[in-house]
């Protein structure tokens, strides 16, 4: 549900794709006028690593998805803008019901998120009446209120090992990291069949060769890839997990496996480092989540100045969902996370 500015309405602008259709002045500096709306909103940016570079460059935080959500936790601003994807704000406003939570484009969307539709999962959880749900972060809000416990690729492993040994799990959506936290922890969850169309299009046989050319070069990967590109890895982690291993890792030259956003990171604090991004299968050089590029300088700036679109989420839903991200907010601190 969208709340549409009164302001907008007059000026007879149109909501196209999901964010409103502004034309914008081409001499306007975005970035002087953005910091200028968050001092006078009390607005706070939180922008995930796989955004675009601007919107990381003027972000106020950046960070994965445990780490967005513990600042959406914490923040005392007024206003939280979600540069990211659909679900990252839905939790933003989970955990800051008083708070407005704008999102710059509303089809910034999942796929991950996508295959894993509530009323189906809920129909396959009823098949497992004495099995634990941890549900990883990358869903709706929704499918977090059919769950036990959240968790983020940083935290997951802690929490699996947090539970006892003999504890039946379903583990949903990814069937990706699922099948590699089963691997790393010795459990036999029970894996919902979804997966992050960006991780999965990873190529082995363009990676062989590309490690072939640069023989130096470390493979680092998300656990969301498919296993064989991870047992090819030198490295797997979460999106934060790759970023401080490259900082710390001593080799000059790396083949990075998730999303390309992320480069921008690794080359902004290892300026003498090479990294590329792993080829996929397609003909395209690096692989982008076509999601999370909907967010463009543009439309924070009008998603900001309009104060729309905006987040709102029923409240008896709301509370359902945010009693299983409290779980993983109190594990995850338990841990040091």
């Known amino acids: 549900m969208v709340d549409i500015n009164n302001e907008i309405l007059k000026n007879n602008s149109i909501l196209q794709n999901g964010f409103f259709d502004i034309a914008l002045d081409p001499s306007l500096d975005l970035f002087k006028e953005i910091n200028k709306l968050k001092k006078e909103k009390n607005a706070i940016i939180l922008a995930h690593y796989y955004q675009n570079a601007d919107i990381q460059d003027i972000a ?6 445990l780490g967005l959500a513990q600042e959406a936790e914490k923040t005392n601003a007024a ?10 704000a839905e ?35 009823d098949k497992y009446p004495d099995h634990t749900v941890i549900t990883y972060i990358n869903c709706s809000t929704e499918m977090k209120a059919l769950s036990d416990i959240i968790c983020t690729s940083t935290n997951a492993k802690a929490i699996i090992d947090s539970l006892p040994k003999n504890e039946k799990i379903i583990f949903a959506p990814d069937k990706n990291l699922g099948a590699y936290l089963n691997k790393i922890t010795g459990r036999d969850m029970i894996l919902w069949n979804g997966a992050c169309m960006v991780h999965e299009i990873f190529s082995l046989e363009k990676i062989t060769k590309l490690k072939i050319r640069h023989p130096n070069a470390k493979l680092i990967a998300h656990p969301e890839c498919e296993a064989e590109i991870l047992a090819l890895a030198d490295y797997i982690g979460s999106t934060t997990g790759l970023l401080r291993f490259s900082q710390q890792d001593v080799s000059k030259e790396f083949i990075v496996a998730t999303e390309a956003g992320i480069l921008h990171q690794m080359q902004k604090s290892c300026p003498d480092k090479i990294f590329i991004p792993a080829p996929p299968t397609n003909s395209c050089a690096c692989n982008n989540c076509p999601y999370m590029k909907l967010n463009t300088l543009e439309k924070l700036y009008i998603c900001m100045k309009y104060e729309t679109p905006e987040i709102i989420i029923e409240e008896k839903l709301r509370i359902a969902a ?9 594990i995850s601190k338990k841990m040091g996370l």
Do not use: E
């Open 60 to 65: 106020d935080f950046i960070g994965d998805s």
């Open 91 to 125: 939790t933003a406003k989970i955990l800051n019901p008083t708070k407005k939570v704008l999102l710059p484009d509303l089809k910034a969307g999942c796929s991950l998120s996508d295959s894993a539709p509530a009323p189906l999962f809920k129909s396959f959880k």
């Open 79 to 88: 206003m939280i803008v979600f540069a990211g994807v659909h679900f990252m």
């Open 322 to 330: 945010k009693l299983p991200i409290d779980r993983m907010m109190i």
